[in-house]
């Protein structure tokens, strides 16, 4: 589908240079320092004259808030835009003892239909602009304030890989422009192979997530849909390339899903290829969505399975939940979108414990 009117976060210095031709040749320095460096809006970025700033000023933003819900005694928020076209997004903003981070969208919806993930379940709409992928991150670096934003996610809706171009030149900004630390960017996917050879091949050493959930085939394809076009032999692979590209420990996420994936067989399974790709697990107890019947494991489990993991040589860590209660956690993102509780129950693996 073709992307919405340009947005003032889509414009790169060439389009602003052209907007300010009649003007000294600083004048783009200015305005590009205050909307990223500064992330103010062009009314309060007093270097340039009123008229410039009127000028930027009219120029449209791409996000217009819907809903603002707060959680963690205001450590957690998260926003539902509107896009010019109608379509909705959601935007998390965390903040911790040592860091803020921000949780961003880079789809409209999602296309990657894992079952128990709420955006999967609503379906995709479209990809989203470099300017309203970067535009979610100068909203929450304002609303953190006095805080600095020091960590991007792309953990938000959809799957940033099936976007590629568009999530590239966003990571860019941000690390040219808004002047963001490779180190502290974070890609996740579900398992796009092609995208992770390109990011290996790209400039910048950012971190790599890996959406993992299940360590065979069988279970992976039914859980990671992906996983049928690109199964576990060629996700290793590429995971192994990128960190000998990069250098760069990569994560496996895994959603602990009672009685499917949080048996012993599951974590010697994971423990192999964890070992294997030298990665880090981050174990994330699953969060209920309403389109998915099946429930978490039990706290209990989940620290047992991470101790079993660490018998087995795996670096693994459990996750904290945040902003539960404000569909704010992971897989819990949807838009607003009704999410039909119908689902059919899902054959579970025979137990093994």
Same mark, same amino acid.
């Given at each position: 589908?073709?992307?919405?009117?340009?947005?003032?976060?889509?414009?790169?210095?060439?389009?602003?240079?052209?907007?300010?031709?009649?003007?000294?040749?600083?004048?783009?320095?200015?305005?590009? +320092?205050?909307?990223?460096?500064?992330?103010?809006e *062009?009314?309060?970025?007093?270097?340039?004259? !009123?008229?410039?700033?009127?000028?930027?000023?009219?120029?449209?933003?791409?996000?217009? *808030?819907?809903?603002?819900?707060?959680?963690?005694?205001?450590?957690?928020? !998260?926003?539902l835009?509107?896009?010019?076209?109608?379509?909705?997004?959601e935007?998390?903003?965390? @903040?911790?003892?040592?860091?803020?981070?921000?949780?961003?969208?880079? +789809?409209?919806?999602?296309?990657?239909?894992?079952?128990?993930?709420a955006?999967? +379940?609503?379906?995709?709409?479209?990809?989203?602009?470099?300017?309203?992928?970067?535009? +979610?991150?100068?909203?929450?670096?304002?609303?953190?304030? *006095?805080?600095?934003?020091?960590?991007?996610?792309?953990?938000?809706?959809g799957?940033?890989?099936?976007?590629?171009?568009?999530?590239?030149?966003?990571?860019?900004?941000? @690390?040219?422009?808004?002047?963001?630390?490779?180190? @502290?960017?974070?890609?996740?996917?579900?398992?796009?192979?092609?995208?992770?050879?390109?990011?290996?091949?790209?400039?910048?050493?950012?971190?790599?997530?890996?959406?993992?959930?299940?360590?065979?085939?069988?279970?992976?394809?039914?859980?990671?849909?992906?996983?049928?076009?690109?199964?576990?032999?060629?996700?290793?692979?590429?995971?192994?390339?990128?960190?000998?590209? !990069?250098?760069?420990?990569?994560?496996?996420?895994?959603?602990?899903?009672?009685?499917?994936?949080?048996?012993?067989?599951?974590?010697?399974?994971?423990?192999?290829?964890?070992?294997?790709c030298?990665?880090?697990?981050?174990?994330? $107890?699953?969060?209920?969505?309403?389109?998915? *019947?099946?429930?978490?494991? $039990?706290?209990?489990?989940?620290?047992?399975?991470?101790?079993?993991?660490?018998?087995?040589?795996?670096?693994?860590?459990?996750?904290?939940?945040?902003?539960?209660?404000?569909?704010?956690?992971?897989?819990?993102?949807?838009?607003? @979108?009704?999410?039909?509780v119908?689902?059919?129950?899902?054959?579970?693996?025979?137990?093994?414990?």
């Open positions: 589908m073709p992307l919405p009117t340009t947005s003032r976060y889509d414009l790169d210095r060439g389009a602003f240079a052209a907007l300010l031709v009649t003007e000294p040749s600083y004048r783009l320095d200015q305005l590009w +320092q205050g909307l990223y460096r500064d992330l103010a *062009p009314s309060d970025i007093t270097t340039l004259p !009123k008229s410039v700033r009127s000028r930027i000023d009219e120029i449209p933003t791409s996000l217009s *808030p819907v809903a603002e819900s707060v959680s963690d005694g205001g450590d957690t928020v !998260k926003w835009w509107d896009l010019a076209d109608g379509a909705r997004i935007t998390v903003l965390m @903040h911790y003892t040592d860091r803020s981070t921000v949780c961003i969208s880079t +789809q409209a919806g999602c296309a990657m239909a894992c079952g128990f993930c955006t999967g +379940q609503a379906g995709f709409e479209r990809n989203l602009s470099t300017g309203e992928i970067v535009e +979610q991150v100068v909203r929450a670096a304002r609303r953190a304030r *006095p805080r600095r934003v020091s960590n991007v996610v792309f953990m938000g809706m799957e940033p890989l099936a976007n590629f171009d568009r999530t590239w030149e966003a990571t860019e900004r941000l @690390h040219h422009d808004v002047g963001m630390s490779a180190r @502290h960017l974070t890609i996740s996917t579900v398992g796009v192979v092609p995208g992770i050879r390109r990011l290996a091949d790209a400039a910048l050493p950012v971190n790599l997530a890996v959406s993992l959930h299940a360590a065979n085939d069988a279970l992976r394809d039914e859980l990671v849909p992906i996983n049928r076009r690109y199964p576990l032999a060629m996700l290793v692979d590429a995971c192994l390339d990128y960190f000998a590209a !990069k250098g760069r420990r990569i994560s496996f996420e895994w959603a602990m899903i009672d009685g499917v994936n949080d048996r012993p067989s599951d974590a010697a399974e994971l423990a192999a290829v964890a070992r294997r030298r990665a880090h697990v981050n174990l994330i $107890p699953l969060n209920p969505t309403p389109g998915y *019947p099946t429930v978490g494991s $039990p706290r209990a489990h989940v620290r047992e399975f991470c101790d079993r993991l660490g018998e087995l040589g795996a670096n693994a860590t459990i996750r904290g939940t945040r902003g539960t209660d404000i569909d704010a956690a992971c897989g819990q993102l949807r838009a607003g @979108h009704e999410i039909s119908d689902a059919p129950t899902r054959r579970r693996p025979s137990p093994d414990r």
